[in-house]
């Protein structure tokens, strides 16, 4: 149950605002386990329409999904040196199975270049079994120490897609087509403008040749890596042994990808769209997209009421809306009203005996607060205008957070400008440092580089920080 | 790539069939860690075939799908005394996470009503929270010593529903209700006629009041438990504590269910359709329902050939029919008859310059073996021959299954012909015998209950066993 009047204020305290927008709008809860996470059905219904929008995304450009184990030998994970120094810390191990002791401990996946590896060395034999292009939807473990909701917990739930390829040029523009892909999904499904770019080497996935990412902007200002696609070149082709017969006889060792969006996403969703009345969900991936909300005093009303709201409710449905009506007889629809706002529903359908009388109903949009989002309408034809609403409302979204975004990103030229820009937002700058420069911006500031933005300025410019001419802009912020 | 002529028969060796054709027919492979399995596209679009078939009906009960973590501390396992009893000897326990030995062990979730318990304990408050009806599709592990892929592996995918219910008969109710959704799914989608019944105590999910499941005949006169459905009573929901307050303001315990169908399912798609020439799948569930096999023999053919393969493609496309076009160059006609009929795509179309001529094309039917099974129709509105044809075959294969379990099933009273019956079939005997009878003839015949159908005879019997007066009768089977 809903208590918005208890949601702390986001400017006040951002980070409270959001764990408890979290619990209040029913979208997961804390597990038993030290940091991990219960998603509830709410949340789990969103996180279910990203699944159905990113797998059609993936199924045409030819991906297959598969599954593999969650185990994984422990010296699988060694034979990358890169991979298994940025994951040995935050493994969990297995060390007793079927009421013995393993001889091989085995690690729960963090990730599973390793497995992939494994079989795609069995599988592959000649250049006709290339590319193999396969995803795996699935849940990882990393044992963090420092955990939150979404964006960091022991288990997180994500797609992790595998790629093995003839030839480095089709390994990048692999790599690529699936940056694209989620740049896709975030700008149009989920109205997070996204920025997409290159990771610079001490943002590097653990065993990659180079790995690109799209990066948001949460309302506090701060960055949020939402997905991630990587060129691993052929270190764990030789890793594994991932050779293949060419048309010459030859068995080169092929190069190959992987790429991941995760239940973070959610996170991303949450803290890019939230106000200070709760959540605000993009009407494309709403579990609910519209709320009927029966307005009556007595049983003569209500049975006049519920008549027209069954109406309504199927001439939504055949439209294709995703339509909940909310007809608890113990709550007031003032209350209603929060709740839902609290749960972010983009519309909602107010209906009481007098809208029956003037055959129009309340129709309310939950991104423009109070009178100024509510209109009543004429009852006929009303499944299109939520359809067009629900449309306008999508473009709103994308258009506000675009604004923000911009509003908060600015081009400095100078370390004090730097340190005030990233303070509240994120920081373009030119840059030619080299990676100690970067940490130690990283240690005064907290800020570091999100991306190299694939949309670059033509010419040149001097490096903020070292004063070296630079050829390229960066994106520097604090991030999640 | 198939070898069908290296499949084993399945009268000769059942077991090398079934593990041949799995591989073969590119269904899974073995995972690095023992007993661990990797499921590869052509298995895991049967799945994901599977699952929403299962999804669909689950939502139309009101269900509402959930994530909860694969990670559980060990006590919660020991708060129900048989639960823990029935799983302890199974689990696979993380001892070490994140570089440090944990304070307290977690167990990789074997199931996860312990995990559920915790939450419904915090989640329901009142009746008006109830019922609660959550399902959860994931992966779960349960250590088995002897495996054997989708059947019996380290770790497994299903789903499982947790529902919890202010009284003992709607409690019930939901129990059978799933029995229902199961058996409905495998005879209407699966064409697997199973017979639902309740099992006996000795074979009691561990926890549980009375155990519900849906057993099928596999091509060796088997049994195999293919879904099953608990009424859990108030035995997790003391061991957890999930009461309500009710409207007589007192806080009963509530009653809860569990149920689950895994990828163990497949297995039992694969037993009891196969045969000699590999898989046979139900065309409501096959990833591909009809392959079509070019034929020709230079280019100039060629080009005219896949231009009508093109135009059927997208006419069967738009008929809803999952479509694939074997275009690989390297391989002959009569090679890919066979990799299709070893991979069970329940139709084909064969389509060279002759049928052009003709204006036909060869239609066959995987259900019936060589020239009887094959056609030439007309290319006009070919669409609506393979959409009825698909339908034939979903028909056909029940009813050959149907034909096959009855044929193997046999109304026995005494304990010679019991012998003789469960050595090739299921037996049906009136049953009036103690747990200590049952373990007898387990060890005797290696027959187990496997249900007391819900459809009895009317009247009395006489047991076959004890020789006292039975009012129910009991199906006796070896099993997987």
């Known amino acids: 149950m809903a208590k918005a009047d208890k949601l702390p204020k986001q400017n006040q305290d951002f980070n409270a605002w959001y764990n408890t927008v979290v619990l209040q709008a029913d979208m997961a809860d804390y597990g038993p386990v030290r940091g991990t996470m219960i998603v509830k059905p709410y949340g789990w219904a969103l996180w279910e329409n990203i699944q159905a929008a990113l797998d059609s995304r993936f199924k045409a450009t030819g991906v297959e999904n598969a ?12 034979r990358e040196a890169k991979h298994v120094e940025g994951f040995a810390p935050e493994l969990a191990v297995v060390t007793h199975g079927g009421g013995k002791e393993l001889e091989e401990p085995v690690v729960v996946r963090p990730t599973s270049e390793t497995l992939i590896g494994h079989a795609y060395s069995n599988w592959i034999q ?45 390994a990048q523009e692999r790599t690529m087509m699936m940056l694209d892909a989620y740049t896709d999904f975030a700008v149009n499904e989920a109205a997070v403008p996204v920025i997409p770019g290159e990771k610079s080497e001490l943002e590097r996935f653990a065993g990659a040749d180079r790995t690109f990412t799209i990066e948001a902007m ?43 969006l995760s239940s973070r996403f959610i996170g991303a969703i ?69 709740d839902w706002e609290m749960r972010g529903v983009p519309t909602r359908i107010e209906i009481g005996p007098r809208d029956l009388e003037n055959n129009s109903v309340a129709l309310a949009r939950r991104d423009v607060p109070g009178r100024d989002g509510k209109q009543f309408v004429a009852r006929d034809g009303l499944a299109e205008k939520v359809v067009a609403l629900l449309d306008d409302v999508q473009v709103a979204m994308l258009a506000a957070a675009t604004a923000f975004r911009d509003a908060n990103t600015e081009d400095v030229d100078n370390y004090n400008d730097f340190r005030r820009a990233t303070a509240k937002g994120f920081a373009r700058v030119w840059w030619a440092g080299t990676n100690e420069d970067e940490n130690r911006i990283k240690e005064e500031t907290k800020a570091t580089i999100r991306c190299i933005p694939m949309e670059q300025p033509t010419g ?21």
């Open 67 to 78: 599954g593999f184990p969650m185990f994984i030998p422990m010296e699988f994970l060694r």
């Open 126 to 170: 000649s250049y006709r079994d290339l590319p193999v292009l396969l995803n795996l939807w699935n849940s990882v473990v990393r044992w963090e120490l420092r955990t939150k909701i979404f964006l960091r917990t022991l288990e997180f739930y994500w797609q992790e897609g595998h790629t093995a390829h003839a030839s480095a040029e089709e």
């Open 218 to 260: 949460m309302g506090d200002g701060k960055a949020l890596q939402s997905g991630t696609s990587h060129n691993l070149g052929q270190n764990f082709s030789k890793a594994f042994d991932i050779t293949y017969l060419d048309e010459n006889n030859e068995r080169p060792y092929c190069w190959t990808t992987s790429w991941g």
């Open 270 to 338: 949450i803290m890019t769209h939230g106000d200070d009345k709760g959540l605000k969900l993009p009407p494309r991936l709403a579990p609910i997209q519209t709320v009927i909300v029966p307005i009556y005093r007595n049983d003569d009303e209500a049975t006049a009421v519920m008549a027209a709201v069954a109406r309504i409710e199927n001439e939504l449905k055949t439209a294709g809306v995703r339509v909940k009506v909310d007809n608890r007889d113990n709550l007031s629809p003032g209350f209603k009203f929060n």
């Open 460 to 480: 040149t410019g001097t490096c903020f920080f070292t004063g070296k001419s630079a050829d390229k802009v960066a994106i520097f912020a604090r991030s999640y």
